[in-house]
């Protein structure tokens, strides 16, 4: 198992929400709402398929 920091899938979401608070914040409209979405479910489907281990939780650190 291994920790939640090195997890691919968790890195790239916190990248999105970071990505779409940004641009809310400078009020821009980088990318299309509709299009992000679909992009985040991409990339999730990407990661999904090569994620080879679970994260380890706190019940399994004892």
């Known amino acids: 198992m291994k920790k939640w920091f ?9 990248l999105v929400i ?17 299009i992000g979405v679909l992009l985040i479910g991409f ?5 999904r398929f090569v994620t080879k281990e679970p994260i380890q939780t706190k019940k399994e650190l004892g």
């Open 6 to 14: 090195s997890s691919k899938t968790i890195w790239a979401n916190l």
């Open 18 to 34: 970071l990505a779409f608070g940004i641009e809310r914040f400078m009020g821009t409209d980088f990318i299309n709402a509709e």
């Open 43 to 47: 990339i999730n489907l990407i990661l």
